[in-house]
T-cell receptor, first 113, second 113 residues
Framework: GENVEQHPSTLSVQEGDSAVIKCTYSDSASNYFPWYKQELGKRPQLIIDIRSNVGEKKDQRIAVTLNKTAKHFSLHITETQPEDSAVYFCAASPPWGNTPLVFGKGTRLSVIA | KAGVTQTPRYLIKTRGQQVTLSCSPISGHRSVSWYQQTPGQGLQFLFEYFSETQRNKGNFPGRFSGRQFSNSRSEMNVSTLELGDSALYLC????????????FGQGTRLTVV
């Protein structure tokens, strides 16, 4: 089955700097890669996702890149703000509809003002 | 449209007891997945139900079980509780199996003493 590795487990950046979180996956058939943000005491919420037919997707200060050959994808947050502080989870899912999302172990991002 | 609702929010149980958690998905969603969240272990998949059938099961002991009703509401049961079962239990619903956004509930915080 699919296995997702996520690095780093913790990340501290100064406000205004960029943050990058990387994930690798094992199943070359996976074609859906969402990222979730979980603020303290709250539920995980989708912030951006990408499918394998594109290499990059942007939404304001957030972008995700996908390298299918190397089987890794990354989350990029530019101009970080204190409200970006949270735990971020990557996930991967194969195309057939009967398998669940497999999540990485999460990255705790701290943005220092 | 109402989000995913989990009840209760908090539970304290004694070792050896059993517990039942409930999850009401977003209206129209037929897929419900359950995850266990513990510090450092991320979101570990328990099982997924679709149209009242368990379609996938994670690597958890048989003490963890679940079911889904005809209205797509799902329950998760843990018998013979152990201290290590203390965790945040999250359910997520989606409109189809896999390969799509999962919407999470707020979770049930289970503490076993």
């Amino acid at each position: 089955g699919e296995n997702v590795e996520q690095h780093p487990s913790t990340l501290s950046v100064q406000e205004g700097d960029s943050a990058v979180i990387k994930c690798t996956y094992s199943d070359s058939a996976s074609n859906y890669f969402p990222w979730y943000k979980q603020e303290l005491g709250k539920r995980p919420q989708l912030i951006i996702d990408i499918r394998s037919n594109v290499g990059e997707k942007k939404d304001q200060r957030i972008a995700v890149t996908l390298n299918k050959t190397a089987k890794h994808f990354s989350l990029h947050i530019t101009e970080t703000q204190p409200e970006d502080s949270a735990v971020y989870f990557c996930a991967a899912s194969p195309p057939w509809g009967n398998t669940p999302l497999v999540f990485g172990k999460g990255t705790r991002l701290s943005v220092i003002a | 449209k109402a989000g995913v609702t989990q009840t209760p929010r908090y539970l304290i149980k004694t070792r050896g007891q059993q517990v039942t958690l409930s999850c009401s998905p977003i209206s129209g969603h037929r897929s419900v997945s359950w995850y266990q969240q513990t510090p450092g272990q991320g979101l570990q998949f328990l099982f997924e139900y679709f149209s009242e059938t368990q379609r996938n099961k994670g690597n958890f002991p048989g003490r963890f079980s679940g079911r889904q009703f005809s209205n797509s509401r799902s329950e998760m049961n843990v018998s013979t509780l152990e201290l290590g079962d203390s965790a945040l239990y999250l359910c997520a619903s989606s409109d189809r199996q896999g390969n799509t956004e999962a919407f999470f509930g707020q979770g049930t915080r289970l503490t076993v003493v």
